[in-house]
């Protein structure tokens, strides 16, 4: 039987059509990502930050201590918010660098400024609280002598003995808690605008989720530790922490980030509690060490999308809270 030319093309088409067809069925399309959607039509995140009236964007707020005192934190509003839907929400906590009580050096560093590298394309709720210590340990004068001036005096206020009795060796001192970390009221601040946060914005609370860079590293390990039942997932970034409280956090998720050049925090600081971590038993602890990268790994981590769509993935399990 003699096939005619056309009647062959038209069969070996259909073919490859049902082919491709079959082929574009069994590839499943790729993932979007929320949180790194395109920023909405309308006025830039410059012009939105002009208005004093605004409604989204970096909002100015302010916190009361149990003491009265007031302390101003920030929270990004994605530019397309509405009530009508649930949010995943950030704590932010910032480095040394940004300490303060202006409520402002906190959008400089970190996560702040990548979303405003992003346009503000960034479709987390995020609580940005400000750490007021001064990052120093805690010391107190140590009481004058008799016979001695205080130390801030230049000279004796009376002349010293001719034959002073020899002075016993005091006690080595142990080393105080450090003062100047996401500790006492700084940690009140920042857990009291998140609850502040949830209840004010429409937030989704199973996907609650904790970050912080360099101080705020250290910080992010501490509070894993001491609110567990609050986060969905944790990201600290050169950072570190006590080894002993892993077993408290196991639970969690983790993706720890650190320069290998860091030469402010040692990476060997994540990589104990890495260690510590699944040795306590933690199902899912990612780690990543970026290669010539010195203390702003930071950088390298909020500019990642992976980062962002892998915590999407990650909700608090049932009953946890």
């Known amino acids: 039987m003699r096939i005619r030319p056309w009647i062959l093309a038209s069969t070996v088409c259909v073919a490859l059509a049902a082919s491709a067809a079959c082929l574009a069925a069994e590839t499943p399309a790729a993932p979007a990502a929320a949180a ?37 934190y920030q929270v990004w509003v994605p530019l397309d918010y509405t009530p ?82 020899p002075a016993t ?24 605008a998140l609850r502040a946060t949830l209840k004010e914005y429409a937030c989704d609370q199973d996907r609650v989720y904790l970050t912080g860079l360099s101080l705020g590293g250290f910080g992010s390990f501490s509070f894993a530790a001491k609110f567990p039942k609050m986060w969905a997932a944790v990201v600290p970034i050169c950072g570190g922490g006590q080894p002993d409280n892993a077993a408290a956090m196991s639970r969690l998720p983790f993706w ?46 909020y500019a990642s999308d992976e980062l962002w769509t892998w915590l999407l993935a990650h909700r608090l399990p049932a009953g946890a809270r």
Not at 267 to 278: F, G, Q
């Open 256 to 301: 720890v980030w650190h320069g290998a050049d860091d030469k402010a925090v040692p990476p060997d600081m994540s990589r104990k509690m890495v260690e510590a971590l699944k040795a306590a038993g933690a199902k899912e602890v990612k780690y990543t060490e970026v290669p010539g990268v010195g203390h702003n790994s930071w950088d390298n981590a």
């Open 36 to 72: 790194i959607a395109k920023p909405p039509a309308g006025p830039s995140l410059e012009d939105i930050m002009k208005d004093p009236n605004r409604k989204v964007g970096f909002i100015r707020k302010t916190y009361t201590l149990a003491d009265g005192t007031q302390r101003i």
């Open 84 to 165: 009508a839907r649930k949010w995943p929400v950030i704590l932010f906590l910032h480095g040394a660098g940004e300490r303060g009580t202006d409520g402002e050096k906190v959008l400089v560093q970190g996560l702040p400024k990548e979303i405003k590298k992003r346009g503000g394309a960034f479709e987390f709720i995020v609580v940005i609280p400000q750490c007021a210590g001064a990052g120093e340990r805690a010391k107190e004068p140590a009481p004058a002598k008799a016979g001695q001036a205080d130390r801030a005096t230049s000279a004796p206020a009376t002349p010293a003995p001719a034959t002073p009795a």
């Open 169 to 192: 060796p005091a006690p080595a001192e142990a080393p105080k808690p450090r003062r100047g970390g996401w500790v006492d009221a700084d940690e009140e601040v920042a857990m009291g």
